[in-house]
């Protein structure tokens, strides 16, 4: 098992910054990838970062150039520095983590609202 204890969220100007954290404890495998997904009400999940355990970084096009996810290892901890916020990332942003070699797991976070006020 792996518990995800997310924070950082709030509301925010547009064109403020927001920085989220997700810490991971539990049954943690040394390949894995952290992550945040977002959900805006009436729509689905989605994408917004992920950062494997080796560094690699995959980002959703709609947040290139604007957010930046990143990790600390010995703490196992994945954060996502939000920089430009609009209106449009206004949603609940949720902490995944899931195992990348070995037995496969997957794991969400009880997600943090953003809001973006216009």
């Known amino acids: 098992q792996v518990q995800l204890v997310e924070s950082g969220g709030g509301l925010v100007q547009a064109g403020g910054s927001l920085r989220l954290s997700c810490a991971a404890s539990?049954?943690?495998?040394?390949?894995?990838?952290m992550g945040w997904y977002r959900q805006a009400p009436g729509k689905q999940r989605e994408l917004v970062a992920t950062?494997?355990?080796?560094?690699?970084?995959i980002y959703a096009e709609s947040v290139k150039g604007r957010f930046t996810i990143s990790r600390d290892n010995a703490k196992n901890t994945v954060y996502l520095q939000m920089n430009g916020l609009k209106p449009e990332d206004t949603a609940v942003y949720y902490c995944?983590?899931?195992?990348?070699?070995?037995?496969?797991?997957?794991?969400w976070g009880q997600g943090t609202q953003v809001t973006v006020s216009s």
């Open positions: 950062i494997t355990s080796g560094g690699n970084r």
């Open positions: 995944n983590f899931r195992t990348i070699s070995g037995p496969y797991s997957n794991y």
């Open positions: 539990g049954s943690i495998f040394s390949t894995n990838a």
